[in-house]
């Protein structure tokens, strides 16, 4: 074998080389390409799948600050309602001295246990019938009652409220729902 002959083998030799170190190098960078795109699907679901999670977590997050909003809208109507109903029946009590008032006083007079009143604080109208029932008593007449007496021991120690404005103080938180039901009814009738 010449030199000729060698150098042409080992030039082939080295093509051959060349040829299989080329197609391991295009191979491998198949595999990398392909790995990179599945690397890069993998971070475009897990992107997407974080988006939606942040997505779900804002709207959830908003729908429970409208909900929350919508409660206390909700309750500061309601508040307002129930104090503007309350200031209506306090200005309806003096209706209630109608023609048997004086029986009534006379009744919510005697519910007060047997002790030595010292003052006793009625409605300006009153004042004549409370004298005649509490005798030793110092009669205060008082504009804020529409009817029913106030009345307290010697120093204070007693004192017992029965008037018109306490009764229904006493009775309005099982008034309330029942007038605030029929206000919502009224309302949903309405046109």
């Known amino acids: 074998m010449g030199c000729k002959e060698l150098i042409e083998s080992l030039r082939r030799a080295a093509d051959e080389r060349i040829k ?9 960078a198949e595999r990398v390409r392909e790995e990179v795109s599945h690397k890069l ?45 309350f200031s209506v029946a306090l200005s309806s009590l003096p209706r209630l001295r109608g023609s048997d008032y004086r029986e009534v006083f006379g009744r919510m007079a005697r519910e007060l246990p047997p002790l030595a009143w010292k003052i006793v604080r009625v409605n300006p109208e009153d ?24 009345a307290m021991t010697d120093g204070g120690k007693i004192r017992v409220i029965n008037t018109f404005e306490k009764r229904l103080e006493r009775a ?6 029942e007038l605030l039901k029929k206000t919502y009814d009224a309302v949903e009738e309405s046109p």
């Open 20 to 28: 299989l170190i080329w197609q391991e190098t295009e191979g491998e």
């Open 41 to 85: 699907e993998q971070l475009r679901e897990n992107c997407s799948r974080t988006e939606s999670l942040a997505v779900t977590a804002a709207q959830v997050a908003a729908v429970s600050e409208a909900k929350n909003r919508s409660r206390t809208c909700l309750l500061t109507a309601e508040k307002a309602l129930s104090d503007r109903l």
């Open 127 to 150: 004042a004549g019938l409370a004298k005649s029932i509490f005798t030793g008593a110092d009669i205060i007449p008082d504009k804020t009652i529409a009817g029913g007496v106030d």
């Open 172 to 177: 309005w938180v099982d008034m309330l729902p």
